[in-house]
């Protein structure tokens, strides 16, 4: 005969337990409740460890994460009411650190469930010719340190490095929408404008 519930001894073991040490349970929202270890918790970015590469955004299974490149900037956001906490972004973040998730957990809100967003800002370099696109900036300072001296083979980022760091000056341009001389060459070019700068000059 099957005994009620209640009577069979795996529930009175847990009772007994239960008594000893205390409720599994805990009273959240009247007391604060700590996640456990490894917890998977709401992103949140961290702007000095963010580089702005939207490598993140790319692997985003949920389509939490977003980047839009508005003037000079890089605006990066990760929305809360979308994501799934499956960890994808941090896993595949291009410094490890630049987006994490965090133990937080409760995502209530008095507001409207659109603001449940954090946004950073990056801040964008521009090809001196064309004005394309050509990465953020803390994006080529990070690449710049990772190559070490193999920064020297790339001019444009080797110039960009350097004025950075108050070693050298950029030139002011010349009212021209395309390399055309050698002196050119010394710009920070995108790959596009190098490679006529390089076949013109
Ligand atoms: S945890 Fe997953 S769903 Fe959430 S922002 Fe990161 S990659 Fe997207
Ligand atoms: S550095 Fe990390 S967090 Fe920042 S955009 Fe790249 S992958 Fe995303």
Request: aromatic fraction near 8%; hydrophobic fraction near 35%.
């Amino acid at each position: 005969m099957k005994l009620p519930s209640l009577l069979q001894p795996r529930i009175i073991k847990e009772a007994i337990k239960a008594l000893i040490k205390g409720p599994y349970t805990s009273k959240f929202p009247f007391k604060p409740h700590t996640p456990f270890e490894r917890f998977r918790g709401k992103p949140e970015f961290h702007h000095e460890e963010c580089v702005g590469c939207g490598a993140c955004v790319q692997v985003c299974p949920a389509g939490a994460l977003s980047l839009e490149d508005k003037g000079d900037k890089r605006i990066l956001t990760v929305r809360w009411d979308t994501c799934i906490f499956c960890g994808n972004c941090q896993a595949n973040c291009l410094t490890e650190k630049g987006i994490i998730l965090s133990k937080e957990f409760d995502l209530a809100t008095t507001g409207k469930r659109e603001e449940l967003f954090q946004s950073i800002e990056k801040e964008l370099v521009r090809c001196s010719f064309c004005k394309e696109i050509i990465a953020p900036s803390d994006q080529l300072i990070w690449v710049a340190k990772k190559l070490g001296t193999m920064l020297f083979s790339n001019t444009s980022l080797m110039l960009f490095y350097l004025s950075k760091e108050k070693l050298a000056e950029i030139k002011s341009l010349p009212d021209k929408e395309l390399p055309t001389l050698r002196s050119d060459r010394f710009h920070i070019l995108c790959p596009k404008c190098r490679r006529e700068a390089v076949i013109k000059s």
